[in-house]
């Protein structure tokens, strides 16, 4: 199955570590989005991919902006892919991509998967305090995330 994931990891780069680690692993395209770059000017043929992954860390309670965008630009080819999730939180506890799932759904994407692990979070005051989950992602998330990846 030909994957493309989907990424934004802007702040510690836990998301990017997830998506390194897969590249070392199992065999896909990827896609870097970034902040103030308008996704409508991506030259992407979506088309010849089975699998979309969107990959990224949470912002304010929410997956990247840019994830979203990707995901409203390009729904009528996302909604016959098997689309499917990858965060980092730091929060473990908080379903973080239940907002996002809900988005989608409107636009006629269904999600396949999910997968929400730790990641180092230094949102708002935690700064102050040097933030938490700083070992995050560890060896016990990429193992999980490959576990994941292989039961897709």
């Known amino acids: 199955m030909k994957t493309l994931i989907v990424y934004f990891s802007n ?6 570590k997830l ?3 897969l590249d070392g692993e199992v065999e896909f395209d990827k896609l870097e989005l970034r902040e103030n770059r308008d996704v409508s ?3 992407l043929d979506i088309d010849q991919y089975d699998r979309v992954i969107f990959a990224s860390g949470v912002y304010y309670g929410k997956l990247a902006k840019e ?23 730091g929060l473990e506890s908080v379903d973080y991509i239940k907002d996002f799932e809900e988005e989608i759904s409107k636009l006629g994407i269904k999600l396949k998967g999910k997968f929400q692990c730790r990641g180092y979070c230094t949102y708002g005051p935690l700064k102050l305090i040097g933030g938490f989950s700083i070992s ?6 990429f193992d999980k995330l490959l576990e994941f990846y292989r039961n897709l």
């Open 11 to 16: 702040h510690h780069l836990n998301t990017l």
């Open 19 to 21: 998506v390194e680690f």
């Open 41 to 43: 000017e991506l030259e």
């Open 67 to 89: 994830i979203y965008d990707f995901a409203r630009l390009y729904k009528d080819s996302l909604a016959n892919k098997d689309v499917v999730t990858i965060a980092t939180a």
């Open 136 to 141: 995050h992602p560890d060896k016990e998330d």
